[in-house]
């Protein structure tokens, strides 16, 4: 088991793909993945998904950029949390109410609440909702 566990938000995983979105803790994110493990919901790969696909529909990347990302991506220790529907919806939906969140954001704070792993994101909303239900910020 690595010495590190993580719970990656979209947020910094898809600043990797974007120049213009990634900086210093993005970068920091990404370099800690050499010891570190990352820990993502079910929703991920499909947020992100749909985030390159677009990104292309505007012409922001090109699928070459985006194949190459995902190759990237296939090479990082990042693991997919599965979860039971019930549970998964029922505290991702209480926390969603209780901090004005996005269903998808929701579930990176559970996850990040149920394991007591740091999380790792640039979303405004979500930092402030991680630092209401206490959640440890990665890097911060």
């Keep these: 088991m690595p010495a590190l566990i993580l ?3 979209a947020s910094v995983s898809l600043a990797w793909a974007f120049e213009d979105e990634g900086n210093a803790y993005t970068d920091l994110v ?3 993945l050499r010891k570190a493990q990352a820990l993502v919901p079910t929703s991920w790969p ?3 998904g749909n985030a390159l696909l677009v990104a292309e529909r505007r012409g922001r ?3 070459a950029a985006t194949v190459q990302f995902l190759a990237l991506l296939r090479q990082l220790p990042i693991v997919v949390e599965a979860e039971r529907t019930e549970r998964l919806l029922g505290e991702t939906l209480a926390l969603a109410r ?3 969140l996005s269903a998808y ?3 990176y704070l559970y996850l990040a609440m149920r394991h007591g792993f740091p999380l790792a994101t640039t979303d405004e909303v979500l930092l402030q909702a991680a630092g209401r239900a206490g959640v440890p910020l990665f890097g911060k």
């Design 7 to 9: 719970v990656l938000d």
């Design 30 to 32: 990404l370099e800690s």
């Design 46 to 48: 499909l947020e992100v």
């Design 61 to 63: 990347l090109k699928q």
């Design 98 to 100: 209780a901090h004005h």
């Design 105 to 107: 954001d929701a579930s």
